[in-house]
Each structure stands twice: as structure tokens, then as C-alpha cells.
């Protein structure tokens, strides 16, 4: 069953690669795209981080995950990762249009910094299971 756009995953992984990039020396972001390119799925990061947001939603039931960038500097981080992951794996129904047997999108929330530190950090620090 594929998910309605059939871009859920691969926007995730996008995702993924892009922050590579903003935080890595540009040879290793070469080396990153090459190895998302030609590496085997069992070996894949960023297809790997992919497929484990729908896990944890689909079988685990975890409805949520929590974005924690500490740095002021990724400020902007959680709302692009919301954004892109939301709209993408939001839909119910599979390629033909046929509803789902399971939830395909988790609702994805952050802060950085102090602002999370001082709200639903304390949540997941006092034993709420909520993916990071």
C-alpha cells in the first residue's frame, strides 16, 4: 500500500539529507548524497529515518515526535520539518483511494532551546513516550 502521494517517505528523507547539508563540510554531504543514492536500504540513514516515523506511528501508536534542536541557530528547523512531513504523510487513503487499515502521519512538534526546554520537555522528561 502506498501512501496517496506516494512522496511521504522521500520528502522525509529530503528532509533529512537537506539538514545534512546545512551542517556538514561540503565533501561530506558529497559522500552523504552519494551513499542515500547507491547504498542498500538496510544501510540507508535517511531512508532508514524515514520508514521508522511511520513505524513508530503505524505500530507503535506513538501519534507524536518531537523535534529538540538545543541551538537558537535551528530555530526554523522544526516548523520546515512539520511542514514537509505532515502535508506528506498525512493521507488516509492508498494510491487507488482506498482508506487505510492503519495512520500513516505522525504529528511532529519542536522548539528549540529554552522555549522547549520550559514546555513539553518537562512532559517528556517526567516519562511521556514521545519519539525524538
Known amino acids: 500500500m502506498l501512501l496517496h502521494s506516494g512522496t511521504g517517505l522521500v520528502e522525509d528523507i529530503v528532509s533529512v539529507v537537506l539538514l545534512a547539508c546545512y551542517l556538514c563540510l561540503s565533501n561530506t554531504v558529497s559522500q552523504l548524497l552519494r551513499s542515500f543514492y547507491s547504498a542498500p536500504f538496510e544501510k540507508n540513514l535517511p531512508v532508514l529515518l524515514g520508514i521508522l516515523s511511520v513505524w513508530n506511528v503505524s505500530f507503535f501508536g506513538y501519534p507524536a515526535s518531537a523535534i529538540l534542536p538545543y541551538s537558537q ?58 519519539p525524538c
Open 73 to 130: 541557530a535551528l530555530e526554523k528547523f522544526a516548523p520546515h520539518i512539520q511542514q514537509v512531513s505532515m502535508e506528506s504523510n498525512g493521507k488516509g487513503v492508498s494510491i487507488d483511494g482506498k482508506p487505510l487499515p492503519f495512520e500513516t502521519g505522525e504529528i511532529d512538534f519542536g522548539e528549540p532551546g529554552t522555549n522547549g526546554q520550559h514546555s513539553f520537555y518537562q512532559l517528556i522528561h517526567q516519562g511521556r513516550v514521545v
